[in-house]
């Protein structure tokens, strides 16, 4: 149970200045409803060191009558229980009314119940006074659920957070934080329209379905899961390292081809393949093709079976795809082109965040980023779509993708509203790279099998998903050319 560790702290700590969200004993939290939040500032905080420790005290035995009437009324809470539907608040009293209307929107249109996962602390507590290496010390993680929440939690809250769709950054670590807006470098010169029709078409058309489709029913078959903390996750790793080597064996002699993993400490790398003229100049600026290599079956992460052919095996084929056909035909860019295939994404982005870090140190300059996650379903009965992603994206970019979805390929693009830490495109974005990311759908329409042991080949549209590796092709070109 994720509240069943003593050892643990009593109450989880919020980061610095976040918003809190509270547990709240007179709503029913197996109901997946929603408790009262408690935001910094809704009511007067002790200023002094006195006050807060009288508050504390006063908190904590607050807390104690509150467990206490909680289980002298178990049963029935547990009869309320029974009733799951948001419209049973008026028979649990008028607080759980008054919750529901007070938790912010953006986690009200996810649906899920950050209050059963996260559990308050007392607002006399000063969180920013929490000393950083303690809370690590203690096995909890800094997780965002959005640019002003984040909280201390343990790994079985992260997994309640995966399991109620609520999306999150780990920021333990604050790889991105300290270039988070702004990188430091002068923006690449990006087109505003398609310009290599002649050069883009051709190398689309070697787009292969067959092919595709034998490197995915391999990858998404070979490992039980490519969990990042698991010995099959960094298989799955070289796996696809050993593949992006036996592709670059066949470069033409114009240009480079090199292919390496980023370690991790978790064991599971990231991989990086590369594309360049021969000579060309280590300041020019890259372009960057992205995908997650990583799966999970958010019933059991570790051992649970997790194909995660949409997630993220299709993006993962998209771009494998693209770089087997530039490197076959002997394509030659002006600016070189990298596949990335992040390990740990479903941990909350820790492989792009370790990476973009790494360049942010470097001073790599990037043209441009271009991350696809789940783009192999096509639900039926409903029309084809190039989902573009309309937030935590650069918006310049984003309209030369939308133009290049209405170049190249035969199907319309719509915005996708994705949300906080969506995917890896995310961490590109908060370190001030442009960054733009395309998905299968809109999100009423993306699969939904994904994260589970039926996220496999037999529910991907080969021909939807052909369509993602053409647009990549010309992504691809476009920039590397321009």
Request: with cysteine; charged share 20%.
């Amino acid at each position: 149970m994720p509240f069943g560790n003593d050892e643990k702290l009593p109450f989880f700590i919020p980061a610095d200045d976040a918003v809190v969200l509270g547990h709240d004993n007179d709503c029913d939290s197996n109901d997946h409803g929603y408790s009262h939040p408690h935001h910094r500032g809704s009511r007067p905080r002790p200023t002094t060191t006195a006050a807060r420790k009288t508050a504390a005290v006063a908190a904590a035995v607050a807390a104690f009558l509150l467990v206490a009437a909680a289980v002298a009324h178990s049963a029935l809470l547990l009869l309320l229980s029974s009733s799951p539907s948001s419209s049973s608040s008026s028979a649990r009293g008028a607080p759980c009314a008054d919750a529901v209307a007070a938790v912010p929107a953006v986690l009200l249109e996810r649906r899920a119940d950050v209050s059963d996962v996260v559990a308050a602390i007392p607002d006399g507590i000063d969180a920013a006074s929490v000393d950083h290496d303690e809370m690590i010390a203690r096995g909890l993680r800094r997780i965002a659920t959005s640019e002003t929440e984040e909280w201390w939690l343990d790994d079985d809250q992260i997994l309640e957070l995966v399991r109620h769709n609520i999306r999150f950054m780990d920021v333990t670590d604050q790889d991105i934080e300290p270039a988070a807006g702004s990188n430091g470098f002068v923006a690449a010169a990006q087109p505003t329209a398609p310009a290599f029709q002649s050069i883009v078409k051709p190398l689309a058309a070697n787009v292969s379905i067959p092919t595709m489709t034998s490197w995915l029913t391999e990858y998404s078959t070979t490992f039980t899961t490519r969990y990042y903390k698991t010995a099959s996750g960094a298989k799955a790793s070289d796996w696809i390292t050993d593949k992006a080597k036996a592709v670059a064996s066949g470069a033409k002699s114009t240009v480079a081809v090199t292919v390496k993993q980023f370690a991790h400490s978790w064991g599971q790398p990231s991989i990086i393949a590369r594309i360049e003229a021969v000579g060309t100049d280590k300041s020019t600026p890259i372009v960057v093709l992205s995908a997650h290599m990583d799966s999970i079956n958010q019933a059991n992460p570790m051992t649970g079976v997790s194909p995660g052919a949409d997630d993220d095996g299709s993006a993962s084929v998209n771009i494998f795809e693209t770089y087997r056909i530039l490197v076959a035909t002997g394509f030659v860019p002006k600016r070189p082109i990298e596949f990335h295939w992040y390990a740990a994404e479903e941990g909350g982005l820790l492989g792009s965040q370790k990476v973009v870090a790494d360049y942010v140190k470097n001073g790599v300059a990037v043209a441009g980023v271009y991350h696809m996650d789940m783009t192999g379903y096509q639900p039926a009965n409903k029309a084809e779509v190039i989902a573009v992603g309309a937030d935590y994206v650069d918006p310049t970019l984003t309209k030369f993708l939308q133009a290049l979805v209405g170049t190249y390929s035969d199907v319309a693009w719509k915005d996708l509203t994705c949300g906080y830490a969506c995917s890896d495109h995310a961490t590109w974005t908060k370190a001030g790279f442009p960054t733009v990311f395309s998905s299968e759908a809109q999100f009423s329409d993306i699969s939904p099998y994904y994260h589970t042991k039926n996220d496999d080949v037999s529910h991907i549209s080969w021909s939807h998903l052909a369509k993602f590796s053409k647009l990549c092709v010309a992504f691809a070109v476009e920039m590397s050319l321009f």
